[in-house]
């Protein structure tokens, strides 16, 4: 999603991907409906609700125009709105900032973020396979190469995530496991591409994973071959009996380690988020 409030922005993203990548398209389900039991209604998200623990808590609400898209997202006093066009989707925040994909055959090819931090603008491109799926993200910032993402794929999931960082040359690698169950309705929190885009659901990144993500473990390995970081996040769902999310928790664990290899001590945080709809 583009921009709520940055506290919210980094929260989210430290929990999902144990390193400070923002997401400003978070949360916001894509115009993609899934109909209910027995006819012809379809539901759409209509709120989030979010307790972080120790961290607080936040809720987001939903609005959407007769095509089903959103076009205003409300958290708090924070209000963000969204225009679209063929070409395009371009949020802007109260303060007046903006973000904006930019589509090519309906598929986001370049994404830009303005103030990502420090009045820093980022900016990404998108590369896809010939099945469709994403598989590169060059990510730059002061109009540099920031890091490139190389996403792996098999049996219709992404598998693997590999981030070169362009100054120290460190590698973050994350895998993912799935359960059996089918994906239906999935937004940022449990989209496993959501780390490496500035997401909004909807196609706009290629074809979705077909399962639901059930576990994600990251390793970063420094230049001289020493590993300085690992976490696991283990995702737990209740869905109704129509296949949709209603609540998950995040359960994580993290751990730094010392030069000499030595471990610090792990790093526990759970985090439970509830989902509404409104069907019509």
């Known amino acids: 999603m583009f921009k709520y409030s940055r506290p919210l922005i980094v929260v989210v993203i430290l929990l999902i991907t144990g390193c400070a990548k923002e997401i400003d398209f978070s949360l916001i389900p894509g115009p993609t409906t899934t109909p209910v039991t027995g006819g012809s209604s379809e539901c759409q998200i209509s709120s989030l609700k979010a307790d972080l623990g120790i961290l ?3 809720d987001v609400k939903f609005t959407y125009d007769a095509t089903g898209k959103v ?4 958290s708090g006093t924070d209000v963000s709105n969204y225009v679209y066009t063929a070409n395009s989707i371009v949020m802007t925040d109260q303060e007046g900032e903006q973000s904006k994909i930019t589509l090519v ?3 986001a090819s370049e994404s830009v973020v303005e103030n990502f931090v ?3 603008d980022i900016r990404r491109e998108y590369s896809y396979n010939a099945e469709g799926y994403l598989v590169l993200v060059k990510n730059y910032a002061q109009g540099g190469l920031n890091s490139t993402d190389e996403l792996t794929y098999a049996n219709g999931n992404l598998v693997q995530s590999k981030t070169t960082y362009t100054v ?3 590698v973050e690698t994350t895998t993912y496991e799935y359960t059996s169950a089918i994906a239906k309705n999935v937004y940022e929190l449990f989209d496993p591409v959501a780390g490496h885009v500035d997401y909004l659901p909807g196609a706009y990144f290629g074809k979705q994973s077909k399962n639901i993500l059930s576990k994600s473990s990251s390793t970063i390995i420094e230049s001289d071959g020493k590993k300085s970081f690992e976490e696991v996040t283990n995702y737990v769902y209740v869905f109704n009996s129509v296949g949709y999310a209603t609540s998950f928790t995040m359960n994580q664990t993290s751990r730094y380690f010392n030069p000499d290899g030595s471990g610090e001590d792990p790093d526990t945080y759970t985090a439970k988020f509830d ?3 409104t069907c019509k």
């Open 168 to 170: 120290g040359s460190n």
């Open 56 to 58: 607080g808590t936040y």
């Open 275 to 277: 989902l509404s709809y």
């Open 118 to 120: 420090n009045e820093i």
């Open 71 to 74: 076009i205003k997202t409300t």
């Open 105 to 107: 055959n309906g598929r």
